[in-house]
């Protein structure tokens, strides 16, 4: 039987622009699996954005108040999965990597041909756990580069993904109907769309977000580890470069670790930087290489600009290359394009 806490509540959905495929509703039921920031996050936002949605998480404890607040939530995975099959919802993983296998195995069993996507913060080796599932021709990859160091479903907030980038996987098996529903599911919760391919992805963000929290975590080590009087001196530069240090360590290390080879490539990049600078310090008394290449590697991140992708249309030929070459030049995705009649 399915749970009574998996009633719908969310009845007066709204119709939003159309900008899929006429048969492709772009306002699909949405069945989130894990309610910790991003997956309550997303729940909120497509509630929000007038989406059926509900979710599913283990710890009845951790989402205390989430149904008084009226949001469809309970604890029982299967309940959550039978509706998700009744009524075409796509499910959106949202559990930490090492659960990504046991949430798998009951997609498998209750839902295996609903469209899949997730919001983990590695891409291949969440695509590699789809495919030994069999599940590969129903998913397509996500993730949010939005967070915050808060964790849990009292962090949830509708607006973290507003302007926000969300990847949406490119790889070469993406089946383009479902590629429209992860990327409209994203547009819905206010983020631009940019189309990467799973290892190169993972390349990237082991760069501009798991190797900083490495930092931060070195950075909160050094300055704790002197007198008491540096951390009564610490103010911007310390509270800055440290912030996501007080990230839950359970996650950061299962994002880490579930990202090592690309990590520790770009630690290993890291380590060569500052030990030129300490050799420059120590023999010329200088810091004069590492800061002023800092300097220039941080305007270009400034200076950076995006441009709108709107000439590649899902499901015709190459059209996943093109969203890969238009993506890795700056390109995002704020409305997608409809395949012509016929």
Not at 121 to 127: D, L, P, Y
Not at 165 to 190: E, F, I, N, T
Not at 272 to 282: N, T, V
């Amino acid at each position: 039987m399915k749970s009574t806490a998996f009633t719908n509540r969310n009845t007066c959905a709204r119709m939003l622009t159309a900008v899929c495929k006429p048969d492709l509703v772009t306002t699909a039921p949405v069945c989130v699996l894990g309610l910790g920031l991003i997956g309550g996050s997303v729940l909120r936002a497509a509630v929000r954005a007038g989406r059926t949605a509900w979710g599913y998480n283990r710890s009845a404890d951790a989402i205390a108040g989430s149904a008084e607040a009226g949001f469809d939530t309970g604890t029982d995975l299967a309940a959550a999965l039978i509706r998700a099959a009744d009524t075409d919802a796509l499910i959106v993983i949202a559990v930490p990597m090492p659960a990504v296998d046991s949430i798998l195995d009951a997609i498998g069993e209750y839902a295996p041909d609903n469209r899949i996507t997730d919001v983990v913060s590695v891409k291949a080796e969440v695509a590699d756990a789809v495919a030994r599932h069999g599940l590969s021709p129903r998913y397509v990859g996500g993730h949010p580069m939005a967070g915050t160091n808060f964790s849990g479903w009292s962090a949830a907030d509708p607006d973290l993904f507003v302007g926000a980038v969300w990847v949406v996987g490119a790889d070469d098996d993406a089946d383009p109907d479902v590629w429209r529903s992860v990327a409209s599911l994203a547009l819905d919760c206010g983020s631009v769309v940019v189309p990467v391919e799973s290892r190169e992805h993972d390349r990237a963000v082991a760069r501009i977000s798991h190797l900083p929290h490495l930092l931060a975590e070195t950075l909160a080590i050094v300055g704790a580890s002197g007198s008491p009087l540096a951390l009564g001196l610490a103010a911007g530069s310390f509270r800055d470069g440290t912030r996501v240090a007080s990230s839950s360590p359970d996650l950061v290390r299962a994002m880490c670790e579930g990202n090592a080879e690309a990590l520790t490539e770009a630690l290993d990049d890291a380590l060569l930087l500052l030990r030129r600078a300490r050799e420059e310090l120590a023999d010329e008394t200088s810091t004069r290489t590492l800061v002023t290449e800092g300097h220039r590697a941080r305007t270009r991140y400034e200076e950076h600009e995006r441009f709108d992708i709107t000439d590649v249309t899902p499901g015709d030929p190459g059209w996943l290359a093109d969203l890969r070459a238009a993506g890795r030049r700056g390109g995002v995705i704020r409305q997608i394009r409809v395949a012509s009649p016929g």
